[in-house]
């Protein structure tokens, strides 16, 4: 582990910042916690409620299995204790979006306790800088409702869809010292949510979001007073969140005031927190278990069933692809990154490998490069997900294939990736179409060097005098002459020999 040097200089000194994160993210099942409303996101409001959503008299909860079953699944995977005992309870307090004047949720005895994430502060080398992050708990609660004060000039409306969606609340320790490290450990917590398959991490539309927890302290200092800014929804603004709440708080503090526990809101466009209420402590809800739901009992069966379910995790995957395919830490660390671009890379690593008919460890390097260069670089244009590419992972590995066994060169690829782009054609047809072959007619090569050494006799005689450096010219203005479809190796070889005649 590496101590974060991160620190707030103020008047009176440094401060550091003491950081812990309570993320909630909605469980990808097929309906909510409690009933069997769908949670489809973009609804028509209201299209979504149940009479148990609603709150309806003598309606009575039901627990969804698979629920349960993606929550025990994420614990697993957070290296977590899985509680075979849990319970729901009650939690007391007036919305109008709740329409049961009460939030189910686990404050007792939740189902999974105490886990940790490793996050890793050097993407270039993920092994480099690298700290445990403890996990407190990760419990199960139903979501509430949402009021909507835009619709109407005098009156808010209420969309009861969310009511009763089921949430994972997972609640790290305040083990965070940096905004670097709280990003870090949001963006490793979604990479591993989506891996499980138990949430899928669209911050954007509300159904992975944080509420973070800030407190400053002169560096050895016992824990400051705590805010909590509420339901920020991306990794860059729970960044900005953190730096402008503890430079608030260094002020304040500097200044002689107080810091008081509260929530509070952050708003991007000012990019600046401001206080909602105060904030309330556990007795204020009159937490108690709830009379209608019987606790939960995991048996041995179950427990199996969901560590069996379980794919092989971003860590596990990283050490695989650097140890067994030879690939760099950063580019393992890229590839495994987030689930969907290590299911394309490998798809696209079978593909290649029967292809070339070689062993995938022979051909992850030039896989690898390509995705991250090529592929990548062509998303990045046209604003795509790698789960939108155009080509298909066994398109991009017959282009693969060209290049490696000579009959295209790296820089006639590039021109065949971009007509694969835009027309969707197959590497192999583009190349016979259009006569793009890779030439390895040394005779057809030494005309083109003879005329390239002609034109150019003044940097003949400083190459020959001993300015080798020129000889990347010769090459470049032989392939010029080629048109890019000479064999770079044999072209490389028949100017050495022209130059030394």
Same mark, same amino acid.
């Given at each position: 582990?590496?101590? /974060?040097?991160?620190?707030?200089?103020?008047?009176?000194?440094?401060?550091?910042?003491?950081?812990?994160?309570e993320v909630h993210a909605q469980v990808t099942s097929n309906a909510k916690l409690f009933s069997g409303a769908a949670t489809t996101f973009g609804a028509e409001p209201n299209a979504q409620v149940s009479l148990v959503d609603a709150?309806?008299?003598?309606?009575?909860?039901?627990?969804?299995?698979?629920?349960?079953?993606?929550?025990?699944?994420?614990?697993?995977?957070?290296?977590?204790?899985?509680?075979?005992?849990?319970?729901?309870?009650?939690?007391?307090?007036?919305?109008?979006?709740?329409?049961?004047?009460?939030?189910?949720?686990?404050?007792?005895?939740?189902?999974?306790?105490?886990?940790?994430?490793?996050?890793?502060?050097?993407?270039?080398?993920?092994?480099?800088?690298?700290?445990?992050?403890?996990?407190?708990?990760?419990?199960?609660?139903?979501?509430?409702?949402?009021?909507?004060?835009?619709?109407?000039?005098?009156? /808010?409306?209420?969309?009861?869809?969310?009511?009763?969606?089921?949430?994972?609340?997972?609640?790290?320790?305040?083990?965070?010292?940096?905004?670097?490290?709280?990003?870090?450990?949001? @963006? @490793?917590?979604?990479?591993?949510?989506?891996?499980?398959?138990?949430?899928?991490?669209?911050?954007?539309?509300?159904?992975?979001?944080?509420?973070?927890?800030?407190?400053?302290?002169?560096?050895?200092?016992?824990?400051?007073?705590?805010?909590?800014?509420?339901?920020?929804? *991306?990794?860059?603004?729970?960044?900005?969140?953190?730096?402008?709440?503890?430079?608030?708080?260094?002020?304040?503090?500097?200044?002689?005031?107080?810091?008081?526990?509260?929530?509070?809101?952050?708003?991007?466009? @000012?990019?600046?927190?401001? /206080?909602?209420?105060?904030?309330?402590?556990?007795?204020?809800?009159?937490?108690?278990?709830?009379?209608?739901?019987?606790?939960?009992?995991?048996?041995?069966?179950?427990?199996?069933?969901?560590?069996?379910?379980?794919?092989?995790?971003?860590?596990?995957?990283? #050490?695989?692809?650097?140890?067994?395919?030879?690939?760099?830490?950063?580019?393992?660390?890229?590839?495994?990154?987030?689930?969907?671009?290590?299911?394309?890379?490998?798809?696209?690593?079978?593909?290649?490998?029967?292809?070339?008919? #070689?062993?995938?460890?022979?051909?992850?390097?030039?896989? $690898?490069?390509? =995705? =991250? *260069?090529?592929?990548?670089?062509?998303?990045?244009?046209?604003?795509?997900?790698?789960?939108?590419?155009?080509? *298909?992972? $066994?398109?991009?590995?017959?282009?693969?294939?060209?290049?490696?066994?000579?009959?295209? *060169?790296?820089?006639?690829?590039?021109?065949?990736?971009?007509?694969?782009?835009?027309?969707?054609?197959?590497?192999?047809?583009?190349?016979?179409?259009?006569?793009?072959?890779?030439?390895?007619?040394?005779?057809?090569?030494?005309?083109?060097?003879?005329?390239?050494?002609?034109?150019?006799?003044?940097?003949?005689?400083?190459?020959?005098?001993?300015?080798?450096?020129?000889?990347?010219?010769?090459?470049?203005?032989?392939?010029?002459?080629?048109?890019?479809?000479?064999?770079?190796?044999?072209?490389?070889?028949?100017?050495?020999?022209?130059?030394?005649?």
């Amino acid at each position: 582990m590496t101590e /974060s040097t991160y620190r707030i200089q103020g008047a009176t000194g440094e401060w550091e910042v003491v950081i812990g994160l309570e993320v909630h993210a909605q469980v990808t099942s097929n309906a909510k916690l409690f009933s069997g409303a769908a949670t489809t996101f973009g609804a028509e409001p209201n299209a979504q409620v149940s009479l148990v959503d609603a709150a309806m008299p003598g309606m009575l909860p039901v627990p969804n299995g698979e629920c349960v079953r993606q929550a025990v699944r994420t614990g697993m995977a957070l290296n977590a204790q899985i509680n075979r005992y849990s319970r729901f309870d009650r939690k007391n307090y007036f919305y109008a979006d709740l329409p049961q004047g009460y939030q189910i949720s686990q404050l007792y005895h939740p189902i999974v306790g105490e886990g940790a994430i490793e996050i890793s502060l050097d993407e270039k080398n993920p092994d480099a800088h690298t700290k445990t992050i403890g996990i407190e708990r990760l419990h199960l609660e139903q979501d509430a409702g949402k009021l909507m004060h835009d619709q109407h000039p005098t009156m /808010s409306y209420v969309d009861l869809n969310r009511c009763g969606v089921a949430l994972m609340e997972i609640v790290s320790r305040p083990d965070m010292r940096s905004p670097a490290e709280a990003g870090a450990y949001l @963006k @490793k917590l979604r990479s591993i949510l989506r891996y499980v398959g138990s949430c899928d991490g669209n911050m954007e539309e509300g159904s992975m979001r944080a509420d973070v927890n800030v407190s400053v302290r002169k560096p050895g200092d016992e824990f400051g007073t705590r805010t909590e800014t509420k339901n920020v929804n *991306s990794v860059r603004y729970v960044m900005a969140t953190i730096e402008h709440e503890a430079n608030r708080q260094v002020d304040v503090l500097e200044s002689g005031g107080t810091i008081v526990q509260e929530t509070r809101l952050y708003d991007p466009d @000012k990019n600046e927190t401001r /206080s909602m209420r105060s904030k309330e402590d556990a007795h204020d809800y009159r937490y108690f278990p709830d009379p209608d739901l019987l606790p939960l009992e995991l048996d041995d069966a179950f427990l199996e069933g969901c560590k069996a379910s379980l794919p092989e995790l971003p860590d596990a995957k990283r #050490k695989r692809y650097e140890s067994q395919l030879g690939l760099s830490a950063y580019n393992a660390a890229v590839l495994t990154a987030e689930a969907e671009t290590a299911r394309w890379f490998e798809a696209l690593l079978a593909e290649s490998a029967k292809a070339q008919g #070689k062993p995938e460890s022979e051909v992850a390097k030039g896989s $690898a490069n390509w =995705l =991250l *260069s090529e592929l990548y670089g062509a998303l990045n244009r046209t604003g795509k997900s790698i789960d939108d590419s155009p080509v *298909s992972p $066994a398109a991009g590995a017959e282009l693969i294939a060209l290049v490696a066994d000579g009959t295209i *060169s790296g820089t006639i690829a590039k021109q065949v990736f971009e007509i694969m782009l835009e027309t969707g054609e197959g590497a192999g047809a583009i190349v016979e179409a259009r006569g793009l072959k890779q030439t390895s007619d040394t005779g057809a090569i030494d005309a083109a060097i003879a005329k390239v050494l002609a034109d150019n006799a003044d940097k003949v005689e400083q190459y020959r005098g001993g300015k080798e450096a020129l000889f990347g010219f010769f090459v470049g203005q032989t392939m010029k002459a080629m048109q890019g479809k000479a064999n770079p190796q044999m072209v490389n070889e028949l100017l050495k020999k022209a130059l030394a005649a």
